[in-house]
């Protein structure tokens, strides 16, 4: 996948002293995601089978990819954040989210 590549490339691949140097993870988990199934855009935030059911499948293998990322690295965990549909800066919960994120990023 995508991601995989991007990790292993722009990771992995790095020295220990590097990693914690140069490299930053966001690590955002979306709650009451069986709520939303049926929105239309459900599939913008969330891996779905194409028979529009949670595809576990990705969710593991996103799992795993998040346990390679060694300690060394610095990680702003977020979450888990109910969706709404989207992220909407209008619920207390998503504007905070979002002031985190971008303070976070500000460093």
Known sequence: SITEEELSRGLLWMSSAKQSRSTLTYHRTIGNQEEWLEHPQ??????????????????????????????????????????????????PSHREYLIDLADDFAE
């Open 42 to 91: 459900a599939g913008n935030f969330l891996d779905l089978c194409p028979d529009g059911t949670l595809d576990t499948e990705a969710q593991a293998m996103l799992q795993d990819l998040q346990k390679m990322i060694p300690p060394t690295v610095r990680r702003r965990d977020y979450g888990p954040l109910e969706w709404g549909p989207g992220i909407n800066a209008a619920l």
